[in-house]
């Protein structure tokens, strides 16, 4: 299994992105390294610790807003199993 972190993702590959959907930064790691590559960090900092379950922020260089949005489960859910 491969779990990827924000931390693991080199900041140079981070600066090309134009569009982050933000959620669930728990690591002091993952929540330095996205401040770093954001232009409206601040805004967003400001943000992420009122982020209830299923909420996330969208920002991107084509969007001038920061837009919170609300995440709702899938009405048909995935099968996430992976056989061994």
């Known amino acids: 299994m491969f779990i990827q972190r924000l931390s693991d993702i080199p900041e140079g590959v981070l600066s090309?992105?134009?569009?982050?959907?933000?959620h669930n930064?728990?690591?002091?790691?993952?929540?330095?390294k996205i401040?770093?590559?954001?232009?409206?960090?601040?805004?967003?900092m400001g943000?992420?610790?009122y982020l209830n379950e299923r909420e996330a922020i969208i920002s991107?260089?084509?969007?001038?807003?920061?837009?919170?949005?609300?995440?709702?489960?899938?009405r048909v859910k995935p099968d996430s199993h992976v056989p061994m």
């Open 16 to 22: 090309q992105f134009g569009t982050f959907i933000i």
């Open 25 to 32: 930064l728990t690591t002091s790691n993952d929540i330095e």
């Open 60 to 74: 991107s260089v084509n969007i001038p807003l920061i837009l919170p949005i609300k995440i709702h489960e899938p």
């Open 35 to 44: 401040k770093n590559v954001l232009e409206k960090s601040g805004a967003i």
């Open 47 to 49: 943000l992420l610790p």
